[in-house]
């Protein structure tokens, strides 16, 4: 096992240092330039070739690669072109937004999904169980921008109930309860999609499960429903829901540009998107970075979470 | 099982087309209630007495002035820094700001400005000759001390012919110029050249881009990236101290979501209302809409080195049949005008409308195409970029120029870039890759001295400036050259009218329109001036009840 857990750790490296490489050469082989972006119509020649060298765009490409690399082994990723700030600053700060906004979505995702799937399960073929996972189906069919603006018009415009956008009120003292009533609109427009579709998942884990017989047996042995549900259903549904897990929670971290836009949310999504716009080519290159990075070390963690839920695969 | 309950196929599409259509109408069925609600409700966000919320089109990038380039962050500096001299409300015209006289010795090589006595910086350092030296000395030598806390990119173009400044007296400054420039003095005004206090510089060095200290109306309190910034009140500001007591900036980038939170109090003033929405805040009680010609001009570059728009027929024929009144009224819904040449109107001393005019005219078009012999139809390539910062709304528009074209049998093939891609495109030149290509510009000193001999000029042919069609009249840019020379600004204004005829004659542009700047408030708000330089000014005459 221990065997395994190294080689998994060498191959997150080895991908590491692949996005590191195609990200770079990504952003540079994009047509465009910070420099013509910053300076627009105004710009002439020689004043392009003057913030080309403050760049260090004026060198080979492998070298401000080699260059960058090295930085980045030292932990310095380089500041912003267009932010005048440290990359490492301004991608943590997004990356916390994005972070609280994510895990405020996949703990309702998570929680709701689940517990709607085996409400349904348990019930199958009744109207519950229609109306459930006909819910579910609008919820999976529903783009998320859109729930977003609804929930705007609805909740902010005409009830006047929260605040319609951003992460924290413009006069507000900053505190949590400001932060929770700026996040019930983002979390629930960005949990409808995963919620639905872990929801019809666990529906069908938990009917395939239901039948078995050790769950027969289970319930002849005279065990409470609860303890038949949560020990036995629950658990052998697990390794379907954590592959899931894993993989929503990637969509999540990246795929909350949408809802970033709608909400005015001070994420990852957003600064990226912006970041590519005006070719700041060190912005780009240390989120796309993060986000890589994130995203792998979820997956390892999911695959771990593997080993430990299921005895098995310790020994295949 | 309870089948009598089952769904039955029929029933279940029925469903969904019903639930389709509901959620698709659902919008439109929602948008009068909106407009209907009771604006600013129980709890506006927004609405504590003599904090102003202003809504930004983007996160700034800076709060050096030296270092900014968008006019998105150049938003917040009015409010902070003075520059030596500004304009006045409502016009082009100097007025003294932090330099109270000011005269130009006969040559035109030495500026010699007499300074405001008794100001000082929001960290309690005197304002004098040696903070005006130290401001232009980083910006432009880059040996400078303090040239590392740049790149200044802006500071070349507006400032490139100070050779040194001289303090005189610690309240007499004189600029020393390489070689004549009558657009200086206007330069002044800019937001690059806003006046810096230097122990703030010297303690933060780069950090100064994130703790600016100015001379300013509002002092700058904290900076919440992302969330806020926040200024407060200066009691000692030399031109009467603010009326409120907080100034809070907030970025909201997507369009919809800033009117959005406009409409729903987050934000008491918004800048650039979308043409699409003018109605609603108009419609809005309690809203206020403001307007403001400003100096904008958006036009298409013809390439004047190659067939077919070699030949000045054909460029004045596509002149004519374009309909910009259809472009500025269906398209851009009245935020914008007619423009007749590259000089915007809003330049009052220096614009002439006395210039051959192309109002539509379509027979006239394929007149002059017939005249020009060039052989029918004409097809060309167009670059259209997807948006950009004053490009208004840039496919929609080059799509109609293209239907109007083709009316008359040009046949234009839109090539559509990314505004960073595009920059490069156009920077590189037209060359033989097209024939057309939008453009705009905006003329923030008031001054077209700024921006003709970047894009009108022949040595400026691309890709040594901007002039991406590479127009060439020796008559222009003798003219341009004389009117860098002459310091009367009425001399100055018929030189650069002269201009507008003979470029209006030669037809190098397609001349579309000029936009007009507006922003939308709530009533509470008071004493916001939209200021033709599209700057925010006079900053300490705000009110919020």
Known sequence: MQRYLLQRLALVVVVLLSVSLLVFVVTRLTPGDPARVMLGPRATDEQLAQLHVIYGLDQPIHVQYVSWLGHILRGDLGESIQLHRPVLTEVAERFRATLVLAFA???????????????????????????????????????????????????????????????????GDGGPPDLLAHLVLPTISLAVVPLAVIARLTRANVLEVVNQLYVRTARAKGLPPLVVVLGHIMRNTLIGTVTILGLEAGWLLAGTVYIETVFAWPGLGSMLVNAILQRDYPLVQGGVLLVAGVYVLINLATDILYLYLDPRLRYA | MPTERRLTRRGFVKAVGAGVVLSAAAPALLAPTISAAPFRGATPAAAVPGTLVIGLVAEPTSLDPGQLT??????????????????????????????????????????????????????????????????????????????????????????????????????????????QDAGLLDAFT???????????VKTSRKDFAQNPVGTGPFKFVSWDHNVRITLTANPDYWDGAPALQQLIFRPLVDEQTRITEFLAGGVDVIF?????????????????????????????????????????????????????????????KGTATRAVGPI???????????????????????????????????????????????????????????????????????????????LNKYGAGLLDQAGMAELSWMFDSGDPAHMLPNNLYGPACSPKGFNGGCYQNPQVDQLLDSALQVYDRDQRGSIYKQIQRIVADDAP??????????AATSTRVGGLQLHPSFYMTYLNQLTAT
Not at chain 2, 129 to 146: I, M, S
Not at chain 2, 190 to 200: H, M
């Open chain 1, 105 to 171: 979505a996949m703990l309702v995702a998570f929680s709701t999904g689940i517990g709607v799937g085996l409400a349904a399960a348990l019930r199958a073929n009744t109207l519950l169980d229609r109306l459930l996972m006909s819910v579910a189906l609008l919820g999976i069919s529903l783009p998320p921008f859109w729930v977003g603006l609804i929930l705007i018009i609805a909740f902010s415009l005409i009830l006047r109930w929260l605040p319609a956008t951003g992460m924290l009120s413009a006069t």
């Open chain 2, 272 to 332: 650039d209302v979308p043409p699409d929405n003018i109605d609603q805040v108009k419609s809005t009680p309690d809203a206020v809409f403001l307007e403001q010609p400003g100096p904008h001009v958006w036009w298409v570059t013809l390439n004047t080195k190659q067939p077919p728009f070699d030949n000045v027929l054909v460029r004045q024929a596509a002149n004519y049949a374009v309909n910009k009144d259809a472009l500025t009224q269906d398209i851009l």
């Open chain 2, 190 to 200: 800019l937001n690059t050249g806003r006046i810096v206090s230097p122990q703030a």
């Open chain 2, 344 to 422: 915007p109107p809003a330049l009052t001393w220096a614009y002439t409308d006395q210039v051959t005019q192309y109002n539509y005219d379509p027979a006239r078009a394929t007149q002059l195409l017939q005249q020009s012999g060039v052989l029918m139809p004409i097809n060309v390539t167009f670059w259209v970029t997807e948006s950009g910062s004053g490009m208004q709304s840039p496919r929609t528009m080059g799509t109609a120029i293209q239907a109007d074209l083709a009316a008359v049998g040009i046949n234009a093939q839109i090539q559509t870039f990314e505004w960073g891609a595009y």
């Open chain 2, 70 to 179: 968008d006019i998105n962050s150049m938003k917040l500096l009015g409010a902070m820094y003075d520059t030596l001299v500004r304009f006045k409300p409502n016009s082009f015209d100097l007025a003294p700001s932090l330099a109270t006289s000011w005269d130009m010795s006969p040559d035109g090589l030495l500026y010699t400005f007499k300074l405001r006595p008794g100001v000082t910086f929001h960290d309690g350092t005197d304002f004098n000759a040696d903070a005006v030296k130290f401001t232009y000395d980083r910006l432009l030598d880059p040996n400078d001390p303090y040239a590392d806390t740049g790149p200044f990119p802006f500071a070349p173009g507006y400032y490139g012919s100070i050779a040194q400044t001289n303090v005189i007296d610690p309240l007499t400054v004189q600029f020393q110029l390489k070689r």
């Open chain 2, 509 to 518: 542009w397609i001349f579309v329109d000029n936009q007009i700047q507006n």
